[in-house]
């Protein structure tokens, strides 16, 4: 029988912590339930210690979750393990992810500790964590820019404390692969008790080898689990994409030979509901999720395709979940198809009203876009109107007047805690008096770093959906918003993004 390889998602930790990427309790949730649908083996909560919100998320995620094993990370002391342990108390099966740099860098600047103390406190809290729970994860932060002596000592001794995995992280995205294959190789043949934990990699995208890094540490070093993150989400360029090294194993079983749980069908779903939530946009050519991945667009390769998919095709679209027809709905369809769409597509909704909630969105859609797509059904269930999150603000109605030579005027209603207010405001263009008329009431004080529009379905009937990034006292939050009209598109991600700069930021970073 063939080795599993275990795939540790980390897209509500690592991939959060990319700026503007926060989520709320109610998105992590709904994504760690994609993630189980998925069959992910480890999901990743977030950091318990971090902040009150992310202890919630962390408990509301082990409470939901039943078929994956919910993890927390936890600085190397007993409070943060405490708090990882105790958010950790609804999960079937529940892991602690404790980690300390042990790059010489790292230890002399950052944590200002010598060796021996960073050596006793990675031990100290090992220990302490499998007092806890019988899963624990130690990682070596920087530890591809470890002394391999020291990190050597370093993880023989957490082994002996019981960590049953270990985790070797190039946490600035240096490595190369074949090095990289060959640094955990050479722990895992140095380290006398190595064949008591199971070998992880964790590999940052900074010179765009983060997949490669990984499949590396697999196949040379003979690593057992994989930490990645949907759509390659994380700060800076990144961490490895799960997509990529889940299709990767399974096309390539040839030449790994590994077994993976993964739930392929599951992927795309995944993908617009990370890339819905926190605003990244995939780009076209992104491997496997991306606009083309699948698309045969010059003359030659759609002649061999039709004749034999294999000519040009690895792949089957299908298996990772794109369908072969787009077009899914219409005007007519009825609520159970809706639903039974919603189903196909893995996506749950929580309560019957939730699914009346979108069942009248979509409605509403039908009657303004006559072909509604799978594109289109993602987006709407994402909204957080659909869901029964509280927010502070809610988008209502917008109109709005441009013509050739005048300067453009725009009328919102938007529910301030529930109370209607109404603003108006010229702009240089729709959107920009349509956001300004927000400003009016809500005076954020908050900067526009980014705004961006994409049509989801690709044609001028389709939705249009728009990011806007926003920074405010050193914070920075993405909004999204879909609808057929832009401005109102813009209105409702603008009113997105306020929504996230109001929930609490008492966040401390894991990394720094
Ligand atoms: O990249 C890194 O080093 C990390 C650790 C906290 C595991 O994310
Ligand atoms: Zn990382």
């Not at 958010?87 to 300390?100: D, E, M, P, V, W």
């Not at 395709?305 to 369908?323: C, F, H, N, P, Q």
């Amino acid at each position: 029988m063939a080795d599993k390889l275990i795939i540790f998602d980390t897209t509500l930790r690592d991939g959060e912590q990319s700026p503007g990427a926060s989520m709320t309790r109610d998105e992590k949730l709904r994504i760690a339930r994609q993630l189980e649908r998925l069959r992910v083996d480890v999901i990743e909560a977030g950091f318990a210690a971090s902040s009150n919100g992310d202890f919630e998320a962390v408990q509301a995620i082990a409470n939901a979750v039943k078929d994956s094993t919910v993890c927390s990370l936890s600085r190397a002391n007993d409070r943060d393990i405490s708090r990882a342990a105790e958010a950790l108390k609804g999960a079937n099966s529940a892991r602690i992810h404790t980690f300390i740099a042990t790059s010489p860098l790292h230890m002399e600047k950052k944590l200002r500790m010598t060796p021996d103390e960073v050596f006793e406190q990675a031990k100290l809290a090992v220990r302490f964590a499998r007092n806890l729970v019988g899963d624990v994860e130690f990682s070596p932060e920087d530890g591809y820019r470890s002394d391999m002596d020291f990190l050597c000592r370093v993880l023989e001794a957490v082994i002996s404390e019981g960590a049953t995995t270990i985790n070797v992280p190039d946490t600035v995205g240096y490595a190369v692969p074949e090095l990289y294959g060959n640094f955990i190789k050479t722990l895992r043949e140095r380290i006398p008790n190595s064949d008591k934990a199971i070998w992880s990699v964790h590999c940052h995208n900074d010179l765009g080898m983060a997949v490669a890094n990984s499949l590396a540490g697999v196949k040379i070093g003979g690593a057992r689990q994989v930490e990645c993150t949907i759509n390659g989400l994380g700060e800076r360029a990144g961490n490895c994409s799960l997509e990529e090294v889940v299709m990767a194993v399974k096309t390539r079983r040839d030449y790994f030979g590994l077994d993976i749980g993964i739930d392929t069908q599951h992927i795309l779903a995944a993908s617009r509901m990370v890339s819905q939530t926190t605003g990244f946009v995939v780009q076209p050519n992104k491997a496997v999720v991306g606009a083309n991945a699948f698309a045969h667009a010059s003359g030659i390769h759609q002649d061999g395709v039709l004749k034999a998919r294999d000519t040009y095709e690895i792949m089957r679209a299908e298996d990772v979940g794109w369908s072969a027809n787009k077009i899914v709905l219409g005007k007519l369809s009825g609520r159970n198809a809706f639903k039974q769409r919603l189903q196909e597509l893995g996506v749950s909704l929580d309560s019957e009203s939730e699914i009346n909630t979108a069942f009248a969105r979509f409605k509403e859609l039908a009657d303004r876009k006559s072909e509604i797509f799978d594109e289109d059904i993602l987006a709407l269930v994402s909204d957080e109107s659909v869901t029964s999150e509280k927010e502070q603000f809610g988008f209502v109605s917008l109109s709005q007047h441009s013509e050739t030579g005048e300067r453009p005027h725009a009328t919102i209603v938007f529910t301030v805690n529930g109370r209607e207010v109404r603003g108006e405001s010229d702009g240089n263009g729709p959107v920009d008096a349509s956001l300004k008329a927000i400003e009016t009431h809500v005076k954020s004080g908050a900067e526009m770093v980014l705004y961006s529009v994409n049509a989801i379905s690709g044609s001028t009937e389709s939705q249009g959906e728009v990011t806007v990034r926003l920074q405010n006292s050193g914070r920075v939050v993405n909004g999204v918003g879909a609808d057929p009209d832009i401005v109102v598109a813009s209105a409702k991600a603008y009113l997105h993004a306020l929504n996230k700069l109001q929930s609490k930021a008492d966040r401390v970073a894991a990394q720094g």
